[in-house]
């Protein structure tokens, strides 16, 4: 599944996200500049969902309604106003 985040990009331009076996996940800017990652692990997907900071661009085969999570208006402040270095771990 195809996920974007609104959090901010390190200096190389990416956020780094780890799940819980430790492989690494990369958001890198797509042609639109968005930063977008595939990530086949539901539970880190899940995860990353619930924070606020991503969102699904392409649920592929699963239905939407079950995979989308809008992020309460005070976790998008908090994301905008909060120092990041790009990191989730």
Same mark, same amino acid.
């Given at each position: 599944?195809? @996920?974007?985040? /609104? #959090?901010?990009?390190?200096?190389?331009?990416? *956020?780094?996200?780890?799940?819980?076996?430790? $492989?690494?996940?990369?958001?890198?800017?797509?042609?639109?500049?968005?930063?977008?990652?595939?990530?086949?692990?539901?539970? @880190?997907?899940? /995860? #990353?969902?619930?924070?606020?900071?991503?969102? *699904?661009?392409?649920?592929?085969?699963?239905? $939407?309604?079950?995979?989308?999570?809008?992020?309460?208006?005070?976790?998008?402040?908090?994301?905008?106003?909060?120092?990041?270095?790009?990191?989730?771990?």
């Amino acid at each position: 599944m195809r @996920l974007m985040t /609104t #959090l901010a990009a390190r200096r190389d331009g990416t *956020v780094c996200v780890r799940s819980s076996a430790g $492989e690494a996940f990369v958001f890198q800017a797509d042609a639109q500049g968005s930063l977008v990652c595939e990530i086949a692990d539901s539970l @880190l997907i899940q /995860t #990353l969902l619930r924070t606020g900071n991503f969102c *699904v661009l392409d649920a592929g085969t699963e239905p $939407e309604r079950k995979l989308r999570v809008k992020p309460s208006k005070a976790l998008q402040e908090v994301a905008l106003v909060r120092p990041s270095d790009g990191d989730l771990v």
